[in-house]
């Protein structure tokens, strides 16, 4: 075998397989957003952003992504460190810590709800401490602050983790000796993360924030089960333009415009975050 | 000023006890050498010096002050690591203005004194880029130039050629040397090579399993050893040994060879370099075995007695495998060794 062909060999099953189950639904699904029956428009793409719902959904599923990622990116480093200055029990940790992981978006929803509920943990931990008289709903429209609260929680508690695998892999990548010459010159260990731990981590760092940012705009299950329609999200509209409404061609729209914030979002972090030519480990 | 006395110093991992009982002073300015073969602590103990390790029992002092409880960069030191430990992702002027960055020093100091050290270093072409972008020797060059900016009293340096080629080892030696010496620091360098040991160093400190077995100068280590790790450590090839017994008092035979010796009621070990061996009409009898050309001088390794033997004579003596040979040692070069403690015996 032609030695500069074989690894354009080696990857053909993969490419082919995404051409298929990826390439070629997208372009379908592209198709759908594009044409209303006759010809290329850009009818469906007036239609959801011209519904007075759409700036809502927009700004909600930026905003929970500004107030979750920051917070899980500060968790995962910390935990990352945590774990990889552990000399027993590391991997018992890692694996306690991963479990939310295991568990799907809505099944996390639904834990979160059973604490959240009129009926839940808290509210019987309230009444039985005295804080209230009798359980009070509080997941209503009344109390927008603690839907968004509860929401940024189940999420923290969910998605904290796949963070924190990649961030942990990519820390023990980092050769003992840059701390120790670190030390020796003077660096504090706040000044070692900062100096040496965080910019030898932007490789994972990228893969961790992109993956994070991305599935925060995809954001759906938890959502539909703490706060129903109260707090409308992109993926939550496409939902309802599918299978309420009946408009594919308004879900593939929604749908590709989530596609384009992603992308946007993976740009701009492959950007701020690059490592220059010749400053690899 | 920076004196560096190390009392009793011993270290243990876990049951395995990597140095034992280690005492050592270190004059202000002094180039010291910690040599010894692989695995003998030589790290461990420049770890200990520098803080990077805790010693299990003992003390250490820079400067007259006591450093065991302080953090490194609190001790006046600066390191020169093994594999260098450039920072990959800052460029070449913040490598080696690391330190002084550390210390907030202003900007203008910082300029200053990382221009200075790269001039020295020969790098101030490189200032711009990564360690990505450098050659082992270049690395190597700023990994020094970072430990001099921070105008250290004392620098430690792990074995900081051996990653480099021969010629570029050679050529860097008698420049780290040159550059050390002008600037008045004092060094601690580790390595488990005896010919960079033996042209760098003020001080050899030969290190065998946690044990400093002798602490002299280049020319007394070589020619006094004091013990017989350290006569078959240092040379290339190493001292000769052969058995040697009672003649009489202050008398040995050795090979069937009677000679003059210490006074000494046991058996010793005769030692002699393979240089201090002459052709001569009476002498040890030895049989030619491999016969090695070395261009200045030949390489003989014969059989005396069943012993292995070593003689480096002048290259225009003739000698082929097989050849008898009578080899006269130099009285004055002659060492004995005491079999039971392996220390040498005057
Ligand atoms: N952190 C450690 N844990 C356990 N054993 C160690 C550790 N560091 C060094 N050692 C052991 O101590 C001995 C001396 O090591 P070192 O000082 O690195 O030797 P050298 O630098 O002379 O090659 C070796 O046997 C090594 O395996
Ligand atoms: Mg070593």
């Known amino acids: 075998m032609n030695a500069r062909l074989l690894p354009y060999v080696l990857i053909l099953p993969v490419t082919l397989f995404l051409c298929l189950f990826f390439l070629y639904p997208f372009l379908l699904v592209s198709k759908q957003a594009f044409s209303t029956g006759a010809g290329f428009t850009l009818d469906n793409f007036r239609e959801v952003t011209s519904y007075w719902k759409f700036p809502i959904t927009m700004r909600n ?30 991997d018992l940790v890692l694996y ?16 979160w709800l059973a604490i ?91 893969t961790a924030l992109i993956l994070r940012v991305i599935l925060a705009f995809e954001i759906f299950a938890v959502v539909a089960a703490l706060s129903g329609t109260l707090f409308p999200v992109l993926m939550g509209e496409t939902y309802a333009y599918q299978f309420d409404l009946l408009n594919s061609g308004a879900a593939a729209a929604m749908a590709l415009i989530i596609l384009a914030i992603s992308i946007a979002f993976t740009l701009i972090i492959l950007r701020v975050l690059r490592v220059p030519k010749g400053a690899t480990i | 000023m920076a004196q560096i006395e190390i009392k009793n110093v011993a270290k243990r991992f876990g049951s395995y006890q990597a140095l034992h009982d280690i005492n050592l002073t270190i004059q202000d300015q002094e180039f010291v050498v910690l040599l010894g073969a692989s695995g003998c602590g030589k790290t461990t103990l420049l770890r200990i010096i520098a803080g990077l390790e805790t010693a299990t029992t003992g003390e250490v002092s820079i400067g007259g002050r006591r450093v065991d409880h302080l953090a490194p960069k609190d001790r006046g030191i600066a390191m020169v690591f093994q594999n260098y430990a450039v920072f990959p992702h800052l460029t070449v002027f913040e490598n080696i203005g690391f330190g002084l960055r550390m210390q907030k020093l202003p900007n203008d100091e910082v300029k200053r004194r990382v221009e200075r050290t790269a001039e020295l270093m020969h790098i101030e072409q490189l200032l711009k880029r990564y360690s990505g972008e ?61 010919v960079e040991a033996m042209s760098m160093a003020d001080r050899i400190s030969v290190m065998h399993q946690g044990e400093i077995v002798q602490a002299a100068s280049p020319i007394e280590v070589y020619r006094n050893p004091a013990a017989e790790f350290v006569a078959g450590f ?15 008092d202050g008398k040995w035979s050795v090979a069937g060879q009677v000679m003059d010796g ?13 240089e201090d061996m002459r052709p001569a009409d009476e002498g040890l009898t030895a049989t030619a ?42 009285p004055d070069r002659m060492r004995w060794f005491d079999p039971d403690t392996t220390l040498a015996v005057a």
Request: glycine share 8%; proline share 7%.
């Open chain 2, 134 to 194: 450098l050659s082992g020797g270049q690395r190597q060059r700023v990994a020094v130039a970072r430990a001099l900016a921070m105008e250290p009293d004392v620098i430690l340096m792990d074995e900081p050629l051996s990653n480099l080629d021969a010629l570029l080892r050679m050529e860097m030696r008698a420049e780290l040397k040159g550059v050390l010496a002008a600037s008045n620091t004092t060094a601690i360098y580790v390595t488990h090579d005896q």
């Open chain 1, 96 to 111: 306690v810590w991963t479990i939310p992981l295991g568990i799907s978006d809505l099944a996390a929803g639904i834990i």
């Open chain 1, 61 to 90: 599923t930026l905003l929970l992504a500004a107030a979750v990622v920051p917070i899980q990116l500060a968790l995962a480093l910390l935990m990352a460190t945590m774990v990889n200055r552990m000399q027993k029990g590391r």
């Open chain 2, 262 to 274: 210490p006074s000494s009621g046991k058996s010793l070990k005769f030692a002699i370099r393979p």
């Open chain 2, 234 to 248: 240092i040379g290339n090839p190493p001292m000769n040994f052969l058995p040697a017994t009672p003649a009489g």
């Open chain 1, 116 to 206: 959240f509920e009129q009926s839940g943990f808290l509210n019987s931990m309230m009444s039985g401490l005295g804080i209230v008289d009798k359980p009070v709903n509080l997941l209503t429209f009344q109390n927008p602050g603690i839907v968004f609260l509860a929401i940024m929680l189940a999420e923290i508690w969910r998605a904290t983790a796949i963070m924190l695998v990649i961030l942990v892999a990519g820390i023990g990548l980092i050769p003992k000796e840059y701390y120790e010459a670190a030390e020796v010159f003077g660096a504090s260990p706040w000044k070692r993360f900062l100096r040496i731990t965080l910019p030898l981590l932007r490789p994972s760092l990228q």
């Open chain 2, 289 to 330: 075995r491999v016969v090695e050309p070395l261009g200045a001088h030949l390489l003989i390794t014969c059989e005396v007695q069943g012993s292995m033997f070593r003689a480096v004579l002048d290259s225009d003596m003739s000698v082929k495998p097989g050849d008898q040979l009578t080899l006269a040692p130099q």
